[in-house]
DNA sequence: CTCATATTGTTCGATATAGAACTGTACAGC
DNA sequence: GCTGTACAGTTCTATATCGAACAATATGAG
């Protein structure tokens, strides 16, 4: 995150942007991160495979890290953890016994079905010092920096 | 991450909009980690260090901390990766022994001297896809986001 | 059917990251 | 000069994260 380079208006503008884009994700992440931790003991990348499973019913692991976007070794270790946790379970898939699909177990469902209201509360709650119009206005952006590929 | 919430109008587009700001960094830091790493071995958090102490001069570790926002012990652990490779080192400070202070070498100099403005540049070409009007608008949603606290 | 190839997940090694407990140093108050 | 408190870093433990190498399984070509 580079902060006093001397560039071209253009390199300080675009610098400029991604730093305040970058720390007021970190921000937020910031505020949210630990209440899930504490409350619940669980890691953002935890929730993110509870929620997945929750509402998209049992998916493989490789199905997991699309929703997630994480790398399948990643997808590996925080299955690791949830299934230690009792959180999830694996289960071969019988017609192609190279996936495991990740089930909720009753434990795990209770747990994300408690933790994600607080959570989409505070992200609400967060998100809304902003306006409705603003909210949106920042939505368009940045699904339109989402498309950049580097030159 | 969640995705397929069902909740309030407030809580659905606070939600859109917070997972299209995350996925918009995970993209540009997607397009510019892997590069950073092949091109020069240095991880996001050893640039942002050595950008520090580079631009700033001198810096004791804790002054690091708050300028790359990460804990103490985080910056422990990435001086120590740096110092390893040889492109930082510490010293102590004479009047206050507590404080390590971490320089740049020679060869630290050179090697962030080298990897900043192909690093700036393609950064500059991501955000580039969005217009200078854009750019100062989603700086300044960032910025006001950035300010939000839990209730 | 057999073999080459592709796919799925795991393992391994490295780095990042945080919080808690700990060590060493400074400093203020007595 | 002691002593208690504050502060700077380190260590420890746990989790996340990736890429590369690997194992197991599936599948298509012949």
């Given amino acids: 995150m580079p902060s006093a380079y001397k ?3 253009e390199e300080v503008l675009a610098l400029s942007t991604f730093i305040k884009l970058t720390r007021s994700v970190n921000a937020l992440l910031g505020q949210t991160n630990p209440m ?3 409350e619940f003991g669980l890691t953002e ?3 993110a495979v509870l929620e997945a499973v929750y509402h998209l019913g049992p998916l493989c692991q490789g199905e997991l890290g699309q929703k997630i976007l994480r790398s399948g070794s990643n997808v590996t270790t925080v299955v690791d953890n949830l299934e230690r946790n009792g959180l999830v379970r694996r289960q071969r898939d019988a017609h192609d016994r190279r996936m495991q699909i990740v089930h909720l177990t009753n434990q795990g469902r209770t747990v994300i079905a408690a933790a994600l209201p607080g959570h989409v509360g505070r ?3 967060l998100i809304s010092v902003l306006s409705c119009e603003e909210q949106q206005e920042l939505g368009r952006i940045c699904k339109k920096l989402g498309t950049a590929r580097a030159r």
Avoid: A
């Fill in 123 to 125: 992200i609400t709650s």
């Fill in 45 to 47: 990348s935890q929730l």
């Fill in 7 to 9: 560039g071209t208006p």
């Fill in 36 to 38: 899930l931790q504490r």
